[in-house]
């Protein structure tokens, strides 16, 4: 079953019932102002950092999941029915419900009692607000008098203290109401220069601030005592919980169309100017009334509206394909693309399955989300780069996140999961191969932020490199630290103690267990830092990153391979994890995937070997699982893995992260149709049918679909941000459809199934626009490659030399 549909000629999917599964959201703003918006305007909003600059409240693990929102309220003056046009909080009588998620917007309405009424949700670029442009129209036969109410809450802008420390936060509560205006100002009289403010294009007939006045003793969001009423309170928030609400009256007549705006915006005032008069403790306006203007002006709005539509258009007009699959046109045409600004945008901070109170940016997981977005925003993924790599130590270990407000490494999780260093590198040879700006290498950055300690970019990715040849275990192979890519995997944990963090509880010295999965990732990482080596000059540096690679591929080889498939680790006793000799956990994904993906097993024929096991004891119609079989019960030694229930999230769940580690283990060794195919079964749209078993948006990656272990088989799980988003991007457009960004030119290499008979795209690549067609003209995967009519050797195409800036490519397969 459907709840809705792709409309792939406006770029949006658009919703048609409010009873969706699950809150099915999108995401507002793509700079430093954003929100969460669920498909009835649920969600919260945040300035920059969602823990630290929260602007309204979201209450955790509510009922149902996504309220509070942005409200607004529609009440017929005559008959006193009210309605929430966008289907919550108050669910009555609507008619031809839609929303559509957009790119950085949503249009969420409906029509009830005839009166139709539409909100745009966005927020303009380069500006510190929200916008919500309400359209009513009365399909009335008679003139219709309405009264709108708006409403959000206000959050006392650190959202974990928001959620805690009622004792303080009931006193401290603070607003101003000024010519419509609504300010909240809590914590303004001290150290904070910032406030939040809520404005409306039309006369205010009334307005509310505190809480309980609006909503009424012993109400919620769906009858608010002031909207039954039809009138507001006037009331004023000293203490307890400041929300903001407008009340607006109108007179349609017949067929009359109104438009209303509503801004929620987020201002900062010069430290020495927060007051007017500057004795006094109002509000200093002066600043933020120009934007408060433009916000709620309606041709301003349009015109913000346009340009936020272009910035989508150009950024994805990089890559463009028409291929013979609509899932694949759309996902990477679209919302991969789109799903990939989120995740480079937000990490892993704020979802409906992130709170954006706990984790901050993840340096393993910024760096991966770099590969999916660095074509996107050179400028920006170049700036993360050297944020990331500030927060490298010394040791050329990583803190494992930092904050985004204060871009400091978190002390409270540190470092210490071995693979972290090794993504820096992956990375910035993305950055590289897509911009071909070497400067980056020589920009000096500091370790853990202290200043002083400044070393070029490629100081710290020698030191990457370097961390895990001073940490090798009894094998030769990496020591796996507290974790690596699989955080769940925790080998010196011994975690007995029910609440402890199973990432940051060290038992162990750590001088035992080893991943084979590092190993594979050190040898991907340690060719590309070859690569670059050579490219800047250091040749020595080039060859002892390429011996070392070939000593560890050498090292897995005679210790990490099991028979028919890579071994995943050894444990702290030295006893092999991921193999045959298990009762359980006998083969993971991730080593078959990585170390296929570094290059190892091609000459021996383990590669394919690797991948065959993969397909006959991990692949299911849902996706691959991560190990098999799953772990029945807790094992002190393995660590949260084995906390989960067989079937969910590392435990044999379909991690949807590293299903394109296969997707392009199998490309690389020629199988197009296998890496099609597994590309296919967790495309969200080619899942749109079966949205009741999938019941996470059919437009965007989950991180997880639970495994066949489990009794929710095909359901997913924490959509949104994952690195799912870019991993997929990557093995589709550079590994299947093979458009691949190399240091010196951009390859053609598509691996495509058999049965296509080609396809077309268009990629804009250091300033020069390739149209490719490429066409296939017998079975297999043999390039030939033709340049402007001209034929050329080789898959590699060299930019031109003569300044060109379209150039014509065509490729013939088989
Ligand atoms: C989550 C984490 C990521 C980790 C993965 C596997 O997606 O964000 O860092 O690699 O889980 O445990
Ligand atoms: C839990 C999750 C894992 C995630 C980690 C982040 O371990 O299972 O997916 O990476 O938390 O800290």
Known sequence: MQYGYFDDHSREYVITRPDTPLPWINYLGCQEYFGIISHTAGGYSFYRDARLRRLTRYRYNHLPLDQGGRYLYLRDNESGAYWSPSGAPACRDLEQYTCRHGLGYSVIGSVGHGISAHTRYFVPLDENFEVWQLEIVNHRLHPVSLSVFSCIEFCLWDAQDDATNFQRNFSIGEVEIDDGVIYHKTEYRERRDHFAW????????????????????????????????????????????????????????????????????????????????????????????????????????????????????????????????????????????????????????????????????????????????????????????????????????????????????????????????HWLILGTAAYLKETGDWSILDEPVPFDNQPGSEQPIYEHLKRSFRYTLDRLGPHGLPLIGRADWNDCLNLNCFSDTPGQSFQTTTNKDGQVAESVFIAGLFVLAAKELAAIACRHGEPADSQHCLSEAARMAETVRAQGWDGAWFLRAYDDFGRKVGSKECAEGKIFIEPQGFCVMAGIGFDDGRARQALDSVRRHLATPHGIVLQQPAYSRYYLHLGEISSYPPGYKENAGIFCHNNPWVMIAEAMTGNGDAAFDYYLRINPSAREAISDVHRNEPYVYAQMIAGRDAPTHGEAKNSWLTGTAAWNYHAVTQWILGIRPEYDGLRMAPVIPERWPGFQAVRKFRGVTYDIRVHRKGPGNAVGVTVDGHSQAGDLVPLPSDGRALVTVDVTLG
């Open 198 to 421: 809520f404005a409306c294009s039309a006369p205010i007939e009334g307005f509310d601030t505190q809480r309980e006045a609006f909503f009424g003793a012993g109400r919620g969001w769906e009858r608010p005592v002031a909207v039954e009423r039809g009138e507001s309170a006037n009331s004023v928030a000293h203490g307890w919980a400041p929300i903001g609400s407008h009340h607006v009256r109108l007179l349609l007549e017949p067929g009359e169309t109104r438009q209303i705006l509503f801004a929620l915006g987020y201002h900062e005032n010069p430290k020495d100017r927060k007051f007017d008069p500057p004795e006094s403790q109002t509000i200093n306006k002066e600043t933020v009334r120009p934007a408060i203007a433009r916000a709620v002006d309606a041709a301003s709005a349009d015109a913000a509206f346009s340009r936020l539509r272009a910035y989508w258009e150009e950024r994805l007009d990089i890559c463009q394909v028409e291929t013979p699959d609509p899932h694949t046109n759309r996902m990477v045409n679209i919302w991969n693309a789109y799903q990939c600004m989120a995740t480079f945008n937000l990490s892993r901070s704020a979802s409906f399955y992130e709170s954006g109170i706990g984790r901050g940016l993840g340096f393993r997981d910024s760096n991966q989300d770099l590969l999916g977005f660095v074509h996107m925003a050179l400028e920006r993924a170049r700036q993360r780069i050297l944020d990331l790599a500030a927060t490298q130590l010394p040791t050329g270990g990583a803190y494992h996140q930092y904050q985004p407000l204060t871009k400091q490494g978190n002390n409270d999780i540190g470092g210490n999961f071995n693979d972290d260093p």
